[in-house]
Each structure stands twice: as C-alpha cells, then as structure tokens.
C-alpha cells in the first residue's frame, strides 16, 4: 500500500489547517486593505450630512458612530486615517477584520456581545471619555441583521457622546447571501454615503433599552434613506 505524505496523515492535518488559515489571514490582511483603497478610487461617492459630523468633531466632544455590519465597508473606507478605535469581535473573522482596520489607520479593540465584552466596553470607554473617537458595528458579530444590540447605546450613555449613524447604499453592488447581507459597490458605481444628525447625550438616567431602540430606529431610517436614492432612476 502506498504510504501517503506526512502532510496527509491525521496527525499532521490540524497542523496543515492552521499553516493554511495563518497565510490565508496574512494575505488577506495585506491585499483587503490594498483592494480597498484600489476599489474606493472607482466610486463615485455622494456624501450627505458630513457638516453634522465635522460639528461634532471640531467641538471634541465624546462621540460614537454607528452602523450595520452589512453596511460597514464604505464608512470604514470615508473615516479612515482618523485614530477611530473600532470594537472588533473576538470570532475568527474578527482576526482579519481587526487587522484590516489598523492597516487602513484605525485602532481595534477586540470584545463583543457574546466574548470578552465586558474588558472591551471598559476600555472603549476610557478611550471615548479621552476624546477619541468610537466605531460600532451594532449587529454584529451574528446578528440578527439591522436589530441593535446594547453595546452602543451603553458606550454612548455612559461617556455622554453624541452619536452618529452611518450608512451606504450603492447602485451596483456585490451582495453576498450572508446573515447581514453585506455589500461591496462594484467598481465605477454610484454610492451614497450618509451620516446622519448627530444625537445629542443623553440624561444619565435614560433607560437603556428605549435609547437601544431609539438609535436602532434611526440607523435603520438612515439605511432605508440611501436605498431609496440608490434605486432612484
């Protein structure tokens, strides 16, 4: 019988597996934020409500922007290269996901709703209450898609930020059949990036879950704003 390759035996297949996902996340940490930057030059991208959000910014004032995972990739490509800290999930695609944003200027602080969220929330909210700047992908890491979890609303009450919704929608876009249904403009599309009115802080006394789903509600209009101008003839 022919004996097979060690690389084949059972015994050195978890080792094959982990060489392969290490090169697979170096590559696709290299070349994502590359192919980013490459792809974003094409579009042709429509900015609505930036003057509320340079407001907010030239006050320094404590502040949480916030989006859908599904409609992340156009905000991150806009807001980079301004020392956002990001709160990216300890999942394994929360590995790629981290290393992505740093290369493209962000920082990352990794903690979600079902991992090492509670270390993550305290150390954003040291970072937000020091003037930075904080980026929440409020669906994530499994969704359900466009509900809020209570991580940003928490982060926002507790430094006293005003928040900001953000969005896209493209004309032509690659739309996978993910949970989130996540999108890429194809290349040369039309896309329509919103920020939405700043929300001011709020009383500290506010209930959490009514600013969850107050947040959640204007995310979601913001959202149904820009698909509606992008299938606008």
Not at 11 to 29: E, K
Not at 79 to 106: C, N, P, T, Y
Not at 108 to 132: C, F, I, N, P, Y
């Amino acid at each position: 019988m022919t004996r097979l390759p060690a690389i084949f035996r059972r015994g050195d297949l978890a080792i094959a597996s982990s060489l392969a996902n290490r090169v697979l996340l170096s590559l696709g940490s290299r070349l994502g934020p590359l192919a980013l930057l490459i792809l974003g030059r094409t579009w042709r991208v429509q900015v609505s409500g930036w003057e509320g959000l340079e407001r907010v910014m030239a006050q320094r004032a404590p502040l949480v922007m916030i989006t859908w995972h599904g409609r992340m990739m156009v905000p991150t490509w806009h807001m980079r290269k301004r020392r956002i800290v990001a709160m990216i999930s300890r999942h394994a695609d929360g590995e790629m996901a981290a290393q992505i944003v740093e290369r493209l200027g962000f920082e990352a602080v990794r903690g979600s709703s079902t991992r090492g969220g509670s270390e993550a929330a305290l150390d954003m909210l040291e970072r937000v209450k020091a003037g930075q700047i904080a980026a929440m992908i409020c669906d994530g890491p499994r969704g359900p898609a466009f509900q809020m979890k209570s991580g940003a609303p928490f982060l926002a009450l507790r430094a006293g930020a005003f928040v900001i919704p953000a969005t896209f929608a493209a004309e032509k876009a690659w739309i996978f059949k993910s949970w989130d249904r996540f999108q890429i403009p194809k290349p040369f599309a039309r896309v329509h990036l919103l920020y939405g009115d700043p929300i001011p802080p709020q009383d500290s006394q506010t209930d959490l879950d009514r600013f969850t789903r107050t947040l959640e509600s204007a995310l979601n209009d913001l959202t149904s704003r820009a698909d509606a101008l992008a299938v606008r003839p």
